[in-house]
């Protein structure tokens, strides 16, 4: 239900007209059709909201980070994005009741920064046996946007197997920026960027996933004199649209770090400071 009919028929196998009974059961199956708002209320009863280790970030987004939807963090280097995802790793595997997600997680890293020694302490911050946490975490780096996708492709029939609630890219954009280069190329990276996307929103609303992504940013020279802060998120509108709530991250004093609400459909625009430490993310001590 979730593909058109164009890609099933690419299938070998698949002729139109099997295709077409396909598409005819699966919608006896599922109501794809419309439903009210008080169902829609029920249906959201079942997003988790996995804590981030620091407490005020959990407010300002509302309990944590969300399944059934994307998470999008961008900043400069060394703003807490991959800190964040480290603790995230962790804090999706408490029960439920200590704010967690009860799942298993997926690490997809294309910059190469996923450290399994850094998620020990922050393991042991939580209580828990790092062996075992480090068990529970499936971990692929990438190469090409191509080899990005098609994790995503296999990792669909995993996640149908087994409980995941969490699913990382680290970073979302930064295969796409190599692979692609000049303007001319834009429309066919934006393109492919928007399909991958795509994959990402099915696999958060059909697993009940959360799914966090990095950004990088952009310098934004011809924003003029008056724009305090020249830098923009990389991905353009294409990005902008399909994640659901965008964070800003920015370093502050020490080891302290500032999260804004830049976009997101539920929550008011804020900030949270909160601080990084070996055991992963946590509240700023005075």
Do not use: W
């Not at 997003?47 to 980070?65: A, F, H, K, P, Y």
């Not at 399909?242 to 539920?266: H, S, W």
Request: glycine share 10%.
């Amino acid at each position: 239900m979730m593909h058109t009919k164009k890609s099933l028929t690419g299938i070998k196998g698949l002729s139109e007209a099997k295709v077409d009974k396909i598409c005819e059961a699966a919608e006896k199956l599922l109501s794809q059709g419309f439903m009210t708002g008080s169902d829609l209320l029920i249906k959201r009863k079942s997003v988790v909201r996995i804590t981030t280790g620091s407490q005020t970030l959990d407010e300002l987004l509302g309990g944590g980070i969300e399944t059934l939807c994307i998470t999008e963090a961008f900043g400069e280097f060394r703003s807490g994005k991959t800190q964040l995802a480290h603790t995230l790793c962790v804090s999706t595997q408490l029960p439920l009741h200590m704010h967690g997600g009860n799942g298993k997680v997926a690490y997809i890293d294309t910059e190469g920064t996923f450290r399994p020694e850094r998620i020990v302490p922050i393991a042991e911050r939580f209580g828990m046996d790092a062996n075992a946490v480090l068990d529970n975490i499936i971990y692929a780096r990438a190469y090409t946007y191509e080899h990005q996708y098609n994790l995503l492709l296999g990792l669909a029939a995993k996640m149908a197997e087994e409980p995941f609630r969490l699913l990382i890219v680290d970073s979302v954009i930064a295969l796409f920026r190599v692979d692609f280069s000049g303007r001319g190329e834009l429309a066919e990276r934006q393109q492919k960027l928007a399909q991958m996307l795509s994959r990402l929103t099915k696999i958060a609303e059909e697993f009940n996933v959360a799914v966090y992504i990095t950004n990088q940013v952009i310098a934004d020279p011809g924003g003029g004199m008056f724009i305090t802060d020249p830098k923009k998120p990389a991905g353009g509108h294409v990005l902008a649209h399909a994640a659901t709530i965008r964070l800003m991250l920015r370093k502050g004093k020490g080891e302290q770090r500032v999260c804004k609400i830049f976009d997101a459909p539920n929550l008011p625009e804020g900030e949270a400071v909160f601080q990084i430490t070996t055991g992963g993310l946590m509240d700023v001590k005075d």
